[in-house]
């Protein structure tokens, strides 16, 4: 399986809403061609855990072969996880193109007021 080498960090207050976009490049810092291909964000408790916590799929933003992607993370995605960081991975079904880390913040109470 190819990877590109780099990082993401996101953070969510718990039970939020958020869209991410993200620029995805590979190894040779050219953006990444999403012709044909379904992109997702795969959550996990840790890097080595096969088991995800839940997936998103990807939105391909403007041209496949701009490599720019959204994730939309809805409310009940982040409503019953604990309060600390989780691994995230965006990858096609035989690319891994990034990793990184999902930090779960407390809830967000004036969001709620």
Sequence with gaps: MRQAASGLDVRIHRGAA???Y???KDREGEP???TDMDVRLKVAQNPSDNHSLFEVDGEVVC??????VRFVFTPD???DL??????IT???DDYVALQGRLGI?????????
């Design 32 to 34: 990444f061609d999403f």
């Design 63 to 68: 041209q496949p072969q701009d490599g720019r």
């Design 105 to 113: 913040l407390p809830r967000n109470r004036e969001a709620e007021e």
């Design 18 to 20: 958020k869209t991410v």
């Design 82 to 87: 604990d309060v600390r960081s989780y691994s």
């Design 77 to 79: 995605m982040t409503e």
């Design 22 to 24: 993200v620029k995805l």
């Design 90 to 92: 965006i990858m096609t």
